[in-house]
């Protein structure tokens, strides 16, 4: 595996953690913020994959454009389309002063964060 790879895999990882932290958190902006740090540890895994194919990418955030890069060159990404959704939609809620703060929308976005990790690590090994 390149290293940038594995830096790539780091930060994901970083901000997956981040997130299982603020899933706890009950004041503060602390819990919007989970489906953030969800959505941003899914591009850095989705990058990870690009980088080990060796396909270039933006630098942008654009979690869906990413996504639909990596079906491009793996169609098996597609069964991830609802955890994508849903991600793309915690990212943008979060960003609003009424942004969803209840526990299941969190525990949500953990979940398919998680799941996000582990398809990509599957790919990779």
């Known amino acids: 595996m390149y290293e940038e790879t594995r830096s790539w895999i780091l930060k994901g990882d970083k901000d997956l953690g981040t ?3 603020a899933l706890n958190s009950v004041d503060g902006p602390l819990p919007v913020t989970t489906g953030l740090h969800c959505q941003q540890a899914v591009e850095n895994y989705l990058k ?5 194919s060796q396909v270039s990418f933006s630098s942008e955030h654009k979690l869906i454009a990413l996504f639909e890069t990596c079906i491009s060159f793996d169609k098996s990404f597609e069964t991830l389309r609802t955890d994508m959704d849903q991600l793309e939609g915690y990212s943008i809620a979060s960003r609003y002063p009424k942004g969803e703060a209840s526990l299941g929308f969190r525990k949500d976005a953990i979940a398919a964060a998680t799941r996000v990790k582990e398809f990509v690590l599957d790919r990779l090994a």
């Open 19 to 21: 997130a299982r932290f």
């Open 48 to 52: 990870a994959y690009l980088q080990e």
